[in-house]
């Protein structure tokens, strides 16, 4: 069942098991240097493994043929191995636990990881999974599960790690209270729309009658009862859900503001009061047909728009539950868990290789590499020792460290950060939606009409003034405003997500659509975020016997070498998946090589011979910390290193050699030497490469109207450099930005125009929280993702510019709705002023104008056409 | 035609009695999570084929 299981896991074209090894978990190529000759069942990282191994042990073996039935796209696994015991604490409890009357208590999480079908399954087979566990329910879109169990037979902790080592690391969901009552703002809504939908539908059924009493003849007494009972459900349909109207329009005209709801709440009042007058004292026309179906359709609307801001709120609920919870404190000479509330200045604590450090402090005891790309956005990994400063959220890459705090939790620069990006979050100057800004004049003009009407027939027939004036009121009403925007933006929203770019709200698009200064983060957005060897100057031929060499070392630059033994000078480069945010991977999976490279590859796993060809036999191998390596490979002897360290070994350099390493130290890229038999025979560049299409990319976004501009937290001169390959001029590339640096360059340029951010980090969070629109791309941390509007799902700058180019096409689409709804409306009012409108004209001519309105709206070709 | 006064309250109350259905499904939270469900019943049924 288990190699069933991985088989069917592997991808199509992957037909024998050793040529192109797939991780029986998730289907992708297993790294050349974690392949384990000889198993049948390969894994590409250590978080698959672990969660084959759970679902395996439970039986569960089913996820992966229900994940190939629906089709869902596979996903490296990633587990924490945390314990969890701060889960089954006091205080936790008292925070998250919800008690249910029969005893057994309920929490609800937020999974990482939940992203299929597949998913859905494994998740609520949790009761089978871990007996004492209820129920356990997940909400897909929100990536929340409900879990409910039972205190006596099982501990919230023993749920929290079995859902951890399914893959799916679990977050305690704050504010469970918010989200009871948004619920029931949601409910509210719904049976709004419920209710105005009933209306409607009966007052049209009655307006049949009507209209056929019109041609046919009818009693008075029928016509009579019918405007009666049309009246009633009218009534009911404006003071019920058209209430939220009416007060809508009276905050806007406390606050003098202009709002969309202004003219509808007048074209409402004005056909109600009319209608009711006139049902009652039979004479006249009623208007409840229209009127009624008008609430319809402006309710969907709303509705639609609500839906988009929900999804921003859910996000935003996300970021703030993702902080740890947990750390490993030494006392005395043990290492306890506790819970990170729990920590204070001056206690020590315990990062081991692969974790995020839990707070600020100063390194007391070890060596290490420290990736803080995440806050600094440098993509070098830093070295560290005893006395220097680590901070909460970056990530220990090589070694084990004790660190002792300094500063905890709000007062740690990330815990800085996330209070910058709540903060903005809630000051963001809301972006002036175009149906309000149109609303304000439209109002006007409206009003201005129904007084030049009401004037003129008081002048011409006193008796239809009145009359002739209300029909006016409602023929305008602003349909395509209120329904026409919001369906375009959403229809656009969907059709984003679909091509793998999320958004969250309408108002993004909008701003998008205009222009302005766009600033892109450097490290993993313009390049792709992780060390590769972008230069290779000498011997090809020693690609293998470099990369055998460095398997036997754990440094970060020793696992760049050794996974780039192929022939490419990157096959890496825009590809790979960047673990970010604060729940670092184990440092040692190298990205995925795409299949087409690994038949050129020599699978080869140090020191043992396997059949697949020649594998450089590797012995006494020396290693110098801050240096190199050293070792015999094939019995010659192999010198890698810095080129200090090379030179160092009395290694002959050769003028060709120097001038390529200081080429390379020109380009901003770290050199690296190799000498072989005491003559340096390579220099190898390493930096972080620019993505393939980013100049391509930056073009197009030029010629959309856009200024591109670089911030970025590396070094001046690596943002120089960059800036200098895609042909940006100096000033417009900034390096060595703190976050609030970032944050400050966004809020001047704001000033003067709409102003985008593209980031991934948490170093960018809060300038993307602070920019009009911030976008995170593709691989960015959990924070970034929060704080944007919108995020991109697939790899790559070239989302960018066909987001850019749909909100172009939106906002055009939205223009020409306008326009063909103020066209029925110059129509609709001329007739009205003429005092030739009749209510069954008004019943014809404003649903075709909503119609015409929806399918303009549907028609619009969102991405076609080239930007 | 007098039948109408008949029909027409009954209609009306018909059209409630759909109203209140609405908002009791509403209220238990059928309308909650649109996207979670469809994937479920798939699932439910491998589940009684065990």
Known sequence: MAIDAARQAEPDGASSPQATAACAHCGLPVPAGLLTPGQPLQFCCHGCRTVYEVIHRCGLDRFYRVRQETDAAARPAHTTERKYHEYDDPVFRQLYYQSLADGSQTVEFYLEGVHCAACVWLVEKLPRVLPGVIESRLDIRRALVEVRWDESQVRLSQIARTLDSLGYPPHPAKDAQARKLRRQEDHRFLIRIGVAGACAGNVMTLSFALYGGVFTGIEAQYSHLFRFASMVFGVVALAWPGSLFFRGAWAALRTRTAHLDLPIALGLAAGGVAGTVNAIADRGEIYFDSLTILVLLLLSGRWLQRRQQCWANDSLELLFSLTPTSARRVEGGRIVDVPIEAIGPGDVLEVRAGESVGADGKVCDGRSAIDQALLTGESRPAAVAPGDAVHAGTVNLSARLLVRVEAVGEQTRVGKLMQLVEQHSRSRAPIVQFADRVAGRFVRVVLALAALTFALWLWIEPTRAIDNTVALLIVTCPCALGLGTPLALTIALGRAARRHILIKGGEALELLGRGGTMFLDKTGTITAGRLAVVAWTGEGALRPLVAALERHSAHPIAQVLAASSGSAPSPLAGEGRREAGRFPAPPSPPAPLPQGERGEERPTASNHATPFGSTPRVSDVRQTMGGGIQGTVDGRSLIVGSPKFVRASGASIEAEMAAAESAIIASAATPVMVAIEGRVAAVVGLGDPIRDEAPQALALLERLGWRVRILSGDHPEVVAAVATRLGLDGPDARGGLSPEDKVACVRQAAQSGPVVMVGDGVNDAAALSAAGVGIAVHGGAEASLAAAQVYLDRPGLMPIVELIHAARNTLRAIRRCLMVSLCYNAICGGLAIAGRISPLWAAILMPISSFTVLGLSYAVRTFRGRP | ?50
């Open chain 2, 1 to 50: 035609m007098s039948v109408i006064y008949v029909v027409l309250p009954l209609a009306a109350v018909m059209a409630a009695a759909g109203v209140a259905a609405f908002i009791w499904s509403v209220r238990r939270g059928q309308f909650d999570d649109l996207d979670t469900p469809a994937i479920r019943i798939l699932h439910e049924i491998d589940v009684t084929e065990r």
